[in-house]
């Protein structure tokens, strides 16, 4: 949809969203807003320059129940996200993939979480599939 210039790209059955973007950088038109480089700081103030991006962060404060991070390294360019999610008292449990250094994303998750931390509602899922039996912390 569009609304005041912004083009919201979304997966459809014939493109995804890679496709979109694609088709658009050959075409010419917006380039779609995403925050990819840079530190927490610069990030956040990127974030404030567009409604849009504000609008997102502003709706992590909202997750309400379980949240999953998947993927993600727990890096502090990202403390803008942590801060948010962290302050957010509407989560019930949050789970954080772990490839090979579980020890590593507690002590960041330690870090960027002390609040959830404290509730005692992290869980690490390892994402290494071949001995997922060994490292499941259900």
Do not use: M
């Not at 459809?12 to 380039?31: A, F, S």
């Not at 995403?34 to 709706?59: A, M, P, R, T």
Request: net charge negative; proline share 2%.
């Amino acid at each position: 949809c569009e609304n005041n210039g912004l083009v919201k790209l979304k997966r459809t059955i014939d493109q995804g969203i890679l496709e979109q973007v694609d088709k658009r950088i050959k075409n010419n038109d917006p380039w779609p807003i995403f925050v990819c480089e840079g530190g927490s700081d610069k990030k956040n103030k990127h974030i404030q320059e567009y409604k849009y991006l504000q609008y997102v962060h502003h709706k992590i404060s909202k997750i309400k129940g379980e949240l999953v991070l998947y993927g993600v390294s727990l890096d502090d360019n990202d403390k803008h996200v942590w801060d948010v999610i962290d302050q957010n008292e509407h989560i019930t449990q949050i789970y954080i993939s772990y490839y090979e250094n579980k020890e590593e994303i507690e002590k960041k998750a330690k870090e960027h979480f002390p609040e959830l931390f404290r509730k005692k509602i992290i869980k690490y899922i390892s994402v290494d599939f071949e001995n997922l039996d060994k490292h499941v912390d259900f």
